[in-house]
C-alpha cells in the first residue's frame, strides 16, 4: 500500500542551525526555482552570493528580505573562514551562485570542504543547472558523459585538452563563453572533424535554440549570424555514429 501524501496543511520542518544550504537557482527562467530553495532563502539567517547585487534582485524578485555577504572565485577561501564561523554560532547559511548550481564551474567547492573538514552539515537544494539542462535536450546519448566545465584560454592548452578528450567515453560537455564559442568550433573542426556537435544557448530564456551538425558546418552559421548568448557545446562520443555531412543526405 502507498504511504499516505502529506496533508498540505502538514508542518514543514524548520531548517537545521549550523548548516550550509547549497541553493541552486534559475539559469534565466525566473521560475525555474523549487519550493524548497525559496523557503530555505526565506529561512536561512544568511545568503553567501557569488555577486550580492545579482542575488539581491533574485530575492527581491520573490519577496525575500535577506542579510548578503559576498562569496566569489577570489574570495571563497577567506570568506570559507568566516561562513565556518556562522556555522559554529548554529546560523543557517544559504550559498547561492548567480544562476545554476553552486560548485559547477562557480563558487562553492572550497565552501563545501571547509565546511565537512570542520564537521558541519552540507546539504543540497537542487535545481536547475545548465549541463543537465542541455545534455537532456541535447539528443545525444546521456547515458555515459563527461563534463569538463571551461577549457583553459591559452591556444597550446586547450587544443592539448581537447586532444586528450577524444578518446574519453560518452558525450562531452563544455561551457563556453559567447567570446569564444566561434574559435571552440573552429579548434573541434580540426580535433574533431566528423564528430556531432550541439550547441545548447540560451536555455529556458526566450531565445532558446539548439543547433547540430558537424563542427565545420556550426562554424559556417556562425558566420553567417554570430553566435550570442550563453552556450553549452555537446560533442559526440567517440563510439557515436559520425554526424552524417550534408552531402550524404543528397539523393
Ligand atoms: N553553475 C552554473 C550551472 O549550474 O550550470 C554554471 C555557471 S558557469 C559560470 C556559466 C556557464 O554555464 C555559461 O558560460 C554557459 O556555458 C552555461 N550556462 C549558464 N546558463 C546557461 C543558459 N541559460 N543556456 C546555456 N548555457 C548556460
Redesign the pocket.
Known amino acids: 500500500m502507498s504511504e499516505a501524501a502529506p496533508a498540505p496543511t502538514a508542518e514543514l520542518p524548520p531548517l537545521t542551525p549550523g548548516t550550509l544550504y547549497l541553493v541552486?537557482t534559475p539559469?534565466?527562467?525566473l521560475e525555474d526555482i523549487t519550493l524548497r530553495a525559496l523557503r530555505v532563502l526565506r529561512e536561512c539567517d544568511v545568503v553567501a552570493a557569488e555577486d550580492t547585487r545579482h542575488s539581491a534582485r533574485l530575492l527581491q524578485h520573490y519577496g525575500i528580505r535577506k542579510p548578503l555577504i559576498s562569496c566569489f572565485k577570489f574570495n571563497e577561501a577567506r570568506r570559507s573562514e568566516a561562513i565556518l564561523e556562522r556555522l559554529a554560532r548554529g546560523e543557517k547559511v544559504a550559498l547561492v551562485?548567480?544562476?545554476?548550481?553552486?560548485?559547477?564551474?562557480?563558487p562553492?567547492e572550497r565552501v563545501v570542504r571547509a565546511a565537512r573538514a570542520a564537521g558541519y552539515r552540507v546539504e543540497a537544494v537542487p535545481g536547475?543547472?545548465?549541463?543537465?539542462?542541455?545534455l537532456t535536450v541535447s539528443g545525444l546519448p546521456t547515458d555515459e558523459f563527461h563534463f569538463v566545465?571551461?577549457l583553459p584560454h591559452k591556444s597550446g592548452a586547450r587544443r592539448k585538452r581537447l586532444e586528450a578528450l577524444g578518446g574519453v567515453p560518452g558525450t562531452l560537455v563544455?561551457?563556453?563563453?559567447?567570446f569564444r564559442i566561434q574559435r571552440l568550433l573552429e579548434e573541434l573542426a580540426e580535433v574533431c572533424p566528423e564528430r556531432e556537435v550541439v550547441l545548447?544557448?540560451?536555455?529556458?530564456?526566450k531565445f532558446?535554440e539548439v543547433l547540430r551538425g558537424r563542427p565545420a558546418e556550426l562554424l559556417e552559421r556562425a558566420r553567417q549570424r554570430p553566435l550570442k548568448?550563453?552556450?553549452?557545446?555537446l560533442v559526440s562520443g567517440p563510439a557515436h555514429p559520425a554526424c552524417p555531412s550534408p552531402e550524404d543526405s543528397v539523393a
Open positions: 541552486a539559469i534565466g527562467n551562485t548567480d544562476a545554476g548550481s553552486p560548485g559547477i564551474s562557480d562553492g536547475p543547472c545548465a549541463l543537465v539542462a542541455a566545465g571551461f563544455l561551457y563556453e563563453s559567447p545548447a544557448r540560451e536555455l529556458t530564456k532558446e548568448g550563453e552556450f553549452v557545446v
